[in-house]
């Protein structure tokens, strides 16, 4: 096994070499979604480089709610499929990939009407229910109804007149950007080349194929060409950018929507539980942080510079307000000790389905017999617990089974089984993949290219 040491020396060395050989993958972009599929192609077996412009996880993947969700509010849109495929890989994140990172968190759902107990609580039991017939529950407790005054025993901070009672519920949380670097340096243990500060500046072309990438080191201002048979682009918000420098060819467009969290000492709010709140456009969550709370998040677009995006006065208004409307003691801009913004990469012209998520605004429709063009490829943006699925959905899936159940040694210490590596949809078959191609149509995305060769 390779060092799982990303640094300096090592980052030389990958670049280097990624500039040697041609590879079988190479990955531009150093977020969850790179970091996924750079641990699964090379996990197969495939030589694979991976590229990131700025630092790991710099961009959306350390700006996150750091919640590893099923996504209860998308039930109400009856996507039962959705739910259920994250509630899996939850439960497989928990008790077997990475124990040692993802956390369970209880979440208070305090609602003000009685006849919202019925509403809520069936919600919350077909959501617990989905995720034991995953067979990946363990570890988290059942959902419980609280009285009036059971729940301000769980949340004291509550005002008595802002709820009738709660259910409460069991989630889990990871520290959103450790769980990038854990899973970048399992991928480089097994002999992913991988270096931050190198970003794309273009893409090598034969003809229509995209056959490597021009990448510039920010550290030496050095420009190296780097060559593969396949080029997957996991840019996130940037992925228009990518698809431009390859002549505008993706159909797909991705727009942002920002998203803030404000950071709170634990101390200014009672409460032995997470919040979630349901507000008029989506959900307020309060989730307990160490010796913090985190309180977010809001939903509005975003056009300025991508690289910082900046919450503004009325983001922390926004925030402010809503949790206030059920505290106690309301919260002031002096209790607020930091503010981080997000940007969630949305496909544009879809349907904004389940509010914001970008899980929810692809359509899972199939590309099988698309266009012959070929094209870097752009996996489906993702929640962090489908990122297995995004990684199943790269053509290589089909031809490369993964090598060794010991793949996981690093993406789980404290594992005390090998990581499974069948039946657990890991690998799913592909949608789109011709043998021999060099080229594959990573995303489940309408019309999205593949290569016919
Ligand atoms: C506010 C907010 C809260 C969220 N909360 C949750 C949550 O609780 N749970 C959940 O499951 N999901 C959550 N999400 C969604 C989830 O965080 C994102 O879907 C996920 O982080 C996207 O990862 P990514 O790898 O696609 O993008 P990114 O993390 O943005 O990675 C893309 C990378 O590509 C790099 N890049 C761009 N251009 C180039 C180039 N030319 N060359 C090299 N590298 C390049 C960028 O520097 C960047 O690091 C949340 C999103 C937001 C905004």
């Known amino acids: 096994m390779a060092t799982t040491w990303l640094g300096p020396k090592g980052r030389t060395e990958a670049l280097a070499s990624m500039a040697d050989e041609e590879l079988d993958v190479l990955v531009v972009g150093g977020g969850i979604v790179g970091a996924?599929?750079?641990?699964?192609?090379?996990?197969?077996?495939?030589?694979?480089?991976?590229?990131?412009?700025?630092?790991?996880?710099?961009?959306?993947?350390?700006?996150?709610?750091?919640?590893?969700?099923?996504?209860?509010?998308?039930?109400?849109?009856?996507?039962?499929?959705?739910?259920?495929?994250?509630?899996?890989?939850?439960?497989?994140?928990?008790?077997?990939?990475?124990?040692h990172l993802v956390r369970p968190v209880p979440f208070l759902f305090p609602f003000q009407h009685h006849w919202e107990r019925f509403y809520i609580g069936a919600g919350v039991t077909l959501y617990d229910t989905l995720a034991m017939t995953s067979r990946n529950n363990r570890g988290l407790p059942s959902h419980r109804h609280l009285t009036r005054s059971g729940a301000l025993r769980v949340f004291p901070a509550l005002k008595r007149g802002a709820l009738a009672g709660a259910v409460q519920y069991w989630d889990c949380q990871v520290d959103d950007a450790r769980f990038v670097t854990t899973v970048l340096r399992t991928a480089a243990g097994l002999g992913a080349r991988i270096a931050s500060r190198v970003q794309a500046v273009e893409f090598l072309r034969e003809g229509e194929h995209v056959v490597g990438a021009t990448a510039a080191d920010l550290e030496t201002g050095e420009k190296k060409q780097i060559r593969a048979r396949q080029v997957?682009?996991?840019?996130?918000?940037?992925?228009?950018?990518?698809?431009?420098?390859?002549?505008?060819?993706?159909?797909?467009?991705?727009?942002?929507?920002?998203?803030?969290?404000?950071v709170v000492p634990r101390d200014r709010i009672q409460a032995s539980s997470g919040m979630i709140l349901q507000t008029e456009k989506s959900v307020l969550f309060v989730i307990p942080w160490g010796r913090h709370w985190i309180i977010g998040t809001t939903d509005t677009p975003w056009d300025l510079d991508k690289e910082n995006p900046a919450a503004s006065r009325a983001d922390i208004d926004y925030v402010l307000d809503h949790v206030n409307q059920v505290l106690r003691t309301p919260l002031g801009r002096d209790d607020v000790e930091g503010v981080y913004a997000g940007l969630r990469p949305l496909l544009s012209g879809?349907?904004?389905?389940?509010?914001?998520?970008p899980v929810n605004t692809r359509s899972r429709t199939p590309c099988r017999g698309s266009s012959s063009s070929r094209a870097?490829?752009?996996?489906?943006?993702?929640?962090?617990?489908?990122?297995?699925?995004?990684?199943?959905?790269?053509?290589?899936?089909?031809?490369?089974?993964?090598?060794?159940?010991?793949?996981?040694?690093?993406?789980?210490?404290?594992?005390?089984?090998?990581?499974?590596?069948?039946?657990?949809?890991?690998?799913?078959?592909?949608?789109?993949?011709?043998?021999?191609?060099?080229?594959?149509?990573?995303?489940?995305?309408?019309?999205?290219?593949?290569?016919?060769?």
Not at 36 to 54: C, F, H, K, N, Y
Not at 241 to 258: C, L, N, P, Y
Not at 422 to 444: F, I, L, Q, Y
């Open 350 to 357: 879809s349907p904004r389905r389940p509010r914001s998520s």
């Open 232 to 262: 997957v682009n996991a840019a996130g918000v940037w992925t228009d950018d990518i698809q431009e420098m390859v002549g505008g060819r993706g159909q797909i467009h991705v727009s942002a929507s920002k998203g803030v969290h404000l």
């Open 36 to 99: 996924g599929i750079a641990l699964d192609a090379v996990s197969r077996g495939l030589s694979t480089g991976l590229i990131e412009a700025r630092d790991f996880a710099s961009g959306t993947s350390s700006r996150s709610s750091k919640l590893i969700h099923g996504g209860l509010r998308y039930l109400e849109q009856l996507d039962f499929e959705l739910v259920r495929e994250a509630l899996h890989e939850r439960g497989l994140l928990l008790t077997t990939i990475a124990p």
């Open 376 to 453: 870097a490829s752009t996996p489906p943006t993702g929640s962090w617990p489908r990122t297995r699925w995004t990684r199943s959905r790269t053509g290589w899936a089909a031809r490369s089974p993964p090598r060794s159940p010991t793949s996981c040694r690093w993406w789980a210490r404290t594992v005390t089984r090998p990581c499974t590596t069948s039946g657990t949809g890991w690998p799913a078959t592909p949608d789109c993949t011709s043998p021999g191609s060099r080229t594959c149509c990573a995303g489940t995305v309408p019309g999205c290219t593949t290569s016919s060769t």
